[in-house]
């Protein structure tokens, strides 16, 4: 009975569907190489000031910014760049770049300047090639409110990095659209030499997705990544030729030192994440859990650590402007397989250590941020100068929404998070933080076509203290030419 029931949804669902479904056994989006859009080289360029009034600025004003806000509680960056957007998404070949140079003031520091991006891409078929300086982002929820997922989440300042794959979801040959893949490897380079200096990361991910057209898609996502290579000031070389690569690669055990022989060369980490998607004329709700894991992999809900995660709920609707999208996520990162990783001579491979290592003591962070989920406390807080994260057990309750009203676009963040450390024996709460942000935008015309923001934001609790700070900035874009 209940496979009748299920074959005869499955015939509804394909009958709903028919009206729109094209039966091209490989729908690739590629129709011709003529488009009727004009590539476009353009200008940009802005000020942005920060003054807020504790020690740091509030956490949302500069977390998951690509490391573009300082953490210093007065603050002003100048930005200017030049780039070029993808704007043939059905021709065969098409391309973008971005020169992007920020400079910026401190208050009490000095000041200093960066490429935050500067990095060329080009698609030829279905397949991508990028190569400098971009943000590494691979979230399928919403990006503008989700709290950042746990690999790498657009919180630290952007590697220089080359990446080959598949960047956007592709029908598979002869699938008829009702499966989609995409996937990709990447190199990059850790130009921040903590502590191991010239040291790489390599990451790699697939996803498969399957419902194409129907009203119900459901999508997997496998994400490995490991830091390996460098030179470091107690082992020495790390490895860095092509055999120490097929070790990180397959995460084999290998290298000089005891510990990669007896593990796997490298610092690895990896994610999964499964995602339920319903849709609709004009809207979509998405429904999603993603885990994450630093020792050996096993399959989604089935390893040492299924307690940790980031679950969540993403609503979007593109009829009504005033709210557009809702995203309410839940992360718990406790667990980390239990308290005990060796105990009276068992292994029990629990006390993972997130964003932790023992060789890359600066672990899973780039200029002392984060590269994954920012509430996994950054190095950069920490007053004692270590350079390791010493706040990994966290719970947080996190809620976004976005919207246009009447041309000013609007973004509300509000976070709740327990601290525990990393004592994965203590079951006490050291701290706790209540993160707010309020972002307005509006594009003005009459003022000569700039953009103007505003950002108000807080945080209340004994992890950082109650502060209170704001973010002004004035953007202006400009086209250079046209072809």
């Known amino acids: 009975m209940k496979s009748k029931l299920l074959i005869g949804l499955l015939l509804l669902s394909l009958c709903v569907s028919a009206r729109d479904l094209s039966w091209n056994w490989w729908p690739t989006g590629i129709q011709d190489s003529v488009s009727s859009k004009e590539d476009t080289l353009r200008w940009s360029g802005g000020v942005q000031v920060v003054a807020s009034s504790g020690k740091y600025a509030p956490f949302w004003l500069q977390s998951n910014r690509n490391g573009d806000i300082s953490t210093r509680p007065f603050s002003g960056n100048l930005t200017a760049g030049i780039y070029k957007e993808a704007v043939h998404p059905q021709r065969w070949w098409d391309y973008d770049f971005a020169v992007q140079l920020t400079g910026r003031a401190e208050y009490p520091k000095s000041g200093t300047g960066y490429f935050n991006q500067l990095y060329a891409h080009v698609r030829l078929y279905v397949f991508d090639i990028t190569a400098g300086i971009r943000p590494m982002i691979y979230e399928t929820q919403d990006t503008a409110l989700t709290m950042g997922s746990m690999i790498f989440s657009g919180n630290s300042q952007p590697m220089p990095h080359v990446t080959i794959g598949i960047d956007r979801y592709v029908a598979f040959p002869g699938t008829f659209g009702y499966m989609e893949v995409k996937g990709g490897l990447t190199h990059a380079w850790m130009a921040d030499n903590i502590y191991v200096n010239h040291a790489f990361i390599h990451h790699k991910f697939a996803a498969l997705r399957i419902g194409g057209r129907l009203p119900v898609n459901i999508s997997y996502e496998f994400h490995h990544a490991a830091q390996w290579g460098g030179y470091s000031p107690m082992y020495g070389d790390l490895g860095n030729?092509?055999?120490?690569?097929?070790?990180?690669?397959?995460?084999?055990?290998?290298?000089?030192?005891?510990?990669?022989?007896?593990?796997?060369?490298?610092?690895?980490?990896?994610?999964?994440?499964?995602?339920?998607?319903?849709?609709?004329?004009?809207?979509?709700?998405?429904?999603?859990?993603?885990?994450?894991?630093?020792?050996?992999?096993?399959?989604?809900?089935?390893?040492?650590?299924?307690?940790?995660?980031?679950?969540?709920?993403?609503?979007?609707?593109?009829?009504?402007?005033?709210?557009?999208?809702?995203?309410?996520?839940?992360?718990?990162?406790?667990?980390?397989?239990?308290?005990?990783?060796?105990?009276?001579?068992?292994?029990?491979?629990?006390?993972?250590?997130?964003?932790?290592?023992?060789?890359?003591?600066?672990?899973?962070?780039?200029?002392?941020?984060?590269?994954?989920?920012?509430?996994?406390?950054?190095?950069?807080?920490?007053?004692?100068?270590?350079?390791?994260?010493?706040?990994?057990?966290?719970?947080?309750?996190?809620?976004?929404?976005?919207?246009?009203?009447?041309?000013?676009?609007?973004?509300?963040?509000?976070?709740?998070?327990?601290?525990?450390?990393?004592?994965?024996?203590?079951?006490?709460?050291?701290?706790?933080?209540?993160?707010?942000?309020?972002?307005?935008?509006?594009?003005?015309?009459?003022?000569?076509?700039?953009?103007?923001?505003?950002?108000?934001?807080?945080?209340?609790?004994?992890?950082?203290?109650?502060?209170?700070?704001?973010?002004?900035?004035?953007?202006?874009?400009?086209?250079?030419?046209?072809?």
């Open 241 to 483: 030729d092509l055999s120490s690569f097929k070790h990180v690669f397959f995460a084999q055990a290998g290298g000089s030192m005891r510990n990669d022989q007896a593990n796997a060369q490298g610092n690895h980490v990896g994610s999964q994440q499964l995602m339920l998607t319903t849709k609709g004329t004009g809207w979509e709700i998405s429904a999603y859990w993603q885990n994450f894991f630093e020792d050996n992999f096993a399959l989604l809900g089935t390893g040492q650590n299924i307690a940790d995660g980031l679950w969540g709920i993403s609503m979007k609707q593109f009829r009504w402007p005033f709210i557009q999208g809702v995203t309410v996520e839940f992360l718990n990162t406790t667990d980390q397989s239990g308290p005990w990783h060796d105990r009276d001579g068992l292994c029990y491979a629990g006390n993972d250590g997130y964003y932790r290592n023992s060789v890359y003591k600066n672990g899973w962070n780039y200029f002392y941020r984060s590269l994954g989920n920012p509430f996994l406390t950054s190095p950069l807080y920490n007053e004692d100068g270590t350079i390791y994260t010493l706040n990994s057990r966290v719970r947080v309750y996190h809620a976004g929404v976005r919207g246009d009203i009447y041309g000013f676009n609007y973004l509300v963040k509000a976070s709740y998070a327990r601290n525990y450390g990393n004592d994965n024996t203590s079951k006490a709460v050291l701290s706790t933080n209540t993160a707010l942000l309020l972002e307005v935008n509006k594009h003005v015309e009459q003022a000569w076509g700039l953009d103007f923001g505003l950002r108000l934001a807080a945080d209340l609790g004994t992890q950082f203290g109650n502060t209170f700070g704001a973010q002004i900035s004035i953007r202006k874009n400009g086209i250079i030419c046209k072809w």
